[in-house]
């Protein structure tokens, strides 16, 4: 049972993000930024969990980054229809952000038939960034630095992660940072 922890929480991400799309729908706050609390503390330990107990695989890297996007699309999506105002004078800054994700799914569904699953540090930054936004936008209300720091964290590691794929010439996960693949002069190949 432990073994299947990891792809378990990924799983639970995935049908989450749908429910939590629901409650934001039907104006249940509550119950949406549960959902999508939930789902970004389980994005921070899956990872964690398969290394730890041995079980990493090429199908836990892929429901991860499957349910990274599901969760990002009903976390914006809701936050659209609950919390309005956490938009209102951010547009620029949150189309940036759409852009740079857009960018680097894009470039890794192109040149490698696949969503990008490096699981990169500044990833792993932004995505905790995340997560205390939505803690701090439920419990305490909306700061407008908080969201623009988050949106750039996440424009930062988008754009790592597009740095990354067009840098190797083979898809693989769990790489640390581009500078890791610099200095390893490490691009991709076997």
Known sequence: MYAHIPNILSLYRLAASPIALWM????????FFMLIIVSLVSDL???PIARRIGRVSRFGAKADTVADAFTLIAGITGLV????QVF???YDWMVAFLM???AAACASLLKFGRLPAYHLYSSKTAAFGAGVFF?????????????????CLGI???SESLLVTLRLTRARTDIRSFFDLLRANDDGRA
């Open 100 to 102: 740079s994700y857009a």
């Open 45 to 47: 330990v899956d990872g």
């Open 156 to 158: 930062l590691a988008n």
């Open 24 to 31: 934001a729908f039907a104006g249940q706050r509550e119950a």
């Open 88 to 90: 209102e004078g951010h």
């Open 81 to 84: 229809i609950l919390e309005p």
């Open 135 to 151: 803690v701090s936008l439920y419990l305490l209300g909306f700061s407008h630095a908080f969201f623009l720091g988050v949106l």
